[in-house]
């Protein structure tokens, strides 16, 4: 069960960090509307995300034994597509898809957690950066029992949640000397610890069968 949480957590927080559009509307609103619109904002993404890490892990689920047969090449394919999303991400500039915040229209929370959560849901593309993570850290919960299944999927929003508290906390606390130079610090360092998990992954089925 500790595994359980402690991967769903990493892969909540993996999911969450890369400053694409739902990253950079949620520095924008705790910019120009702050912290809790912010933050309303990254709970929308998680919610979304949520409902696509369990339909993922449940269409895992029904093709386990094609899963277990051939789980070295799996995670493989997982680990590659890893490390071109870490080149994706690495090579994208956040600075790019920053747009100037503006006071003059206030939104509530509902109508934030509204828009995180649809655009979010539009990225169906999501599925195979999971499906990845799910190889790449042979996570299966649903294998066990449905209460290990939510316990999973609950770790992986824990993971979403303590990211969206960092972020916007950060962005909130050092607004005032907020450098926009460091969404591209972000956004690299998420890249390479993507690529660093994707050749680790590669490395471990070559040499040690993991």
Known sequence: MIEVIYK??????????????IGILCVQRTLSKGRMHGFVTGMGAMFSDLIYASITLIGMGFVDDLMQTNRA????????????????????????????TSNNYETRYYQDFATAFLLTLSNVAIIFLFISLYARFQ????????????????????GALVWWTFITTYVSKLKRYFN????KFFNRMMGIILMLLGVLGIVGIAFFNL
């Open 8 to 21: 769903g957590i990493i892969i909540g927080i993996i999911v969450s960090a890369p400053m694409g559009p």
């Open 73 to 100: 090449l799996i995670q493989f394919i997982g680990s590659i597509v890893i490390i071109l999303f870490g080149v994706v991400i690495f090579s994208t500039n956040p600075l790019k898809i920053l747009q100037p």
């Open 139 to 158: 996570y299966s919960p649903l294998d066990k029992n449905w209460f290990t299944f939510a316990v999973g999927i609950t770790s992986i929003g824990v």
């Open 180 to 183: 926009r130079q460091s969404l």
